[in-house]
């Protein structure tokens, strides 16, 4: 009988025990901080330790949450000596999606860039534009938790019109 009992407690103190650790995970959202940020690509940002890092990855003006895992498999890298263009992708299980778009929004018109237009619903999309490139981020919640990031730049081209190419 003072067996059982041993094991019973030892199991819901286990049980009690994953659940605060899985709770602790799941408790990291993304926190913003209007902090000025380091730029290099590669580099983590030079804000203070208790701010939230965030890095450039490939392209120089596109800030990417730290808190996201970025995906090199799925990910591409085009450059040129004229221009860079690709796509980064990236996964994080439970972060909040309306966050993301808060960070990017304004992340990135400190970069320069400037919003073209935005899409809400069960995939969010988000297209900036500077006079030379474009950039385009989804963000997709899963219902398995997780949530996955695309970020797409590209060179911005003009297409001639019929009238003016004869």
């Known amino acids: 009988m003072n067996e059982i009992f041993r094991k019973k407690s030892m199991m819901v103190f286990l ?11 799941c408790s990291s959202t993304l926190k ?3 902090d000025e940020t380091g730029k290099g690509e590669g580099q983590q940002s030079t804000a203070p330790r208790d701010n939230y890092f965030a890095r450039y990855y490939y392209f ?4 990417v949450p730290g808190e996201l ?7 591409f890298i085009y450059e040129t000596p004229h221009f860079k263009a690709g796509a980064m992708f990236f996964t994080k299980w439970r972060v ?8 990017f929004n ?11 237009n935005s899409y809400r619903g069960k995939e969010c999309f988000l297209s900036f534009s500077k006079p030379d490139k474009t950039c385009t981020i989804r963000i997709l919640d899963k219902w398995d938790g997780s949530t ?3 970020i797409r730049v590209g060179p911005l ?5 019929m009238n003016q190419s004869q």
């Open 106 to 116: 304004y992340h990135m018109e400190k970069d320069n860039w400037k919003i073209v």
């Open 60 to 63: 120089d003006d596109v800030l």
């Open 32 to 34: 913003e901080k209007r």
């Open 69 to 75: 895992n970025y995906k090199p498999d799925q990910s």
């Open 148 to 150: 996955q990031v695309e």
């Open 15 to 25: 049980l009690i025990f994953l659940l605060g650790f899985a709770w602790m995970g």
């Open 157 to 161: 081209v003009e297409k001639k019109s």
């Open 96 to 103: 909040d999606a309306d966050s993301l778009i808060t960070f």
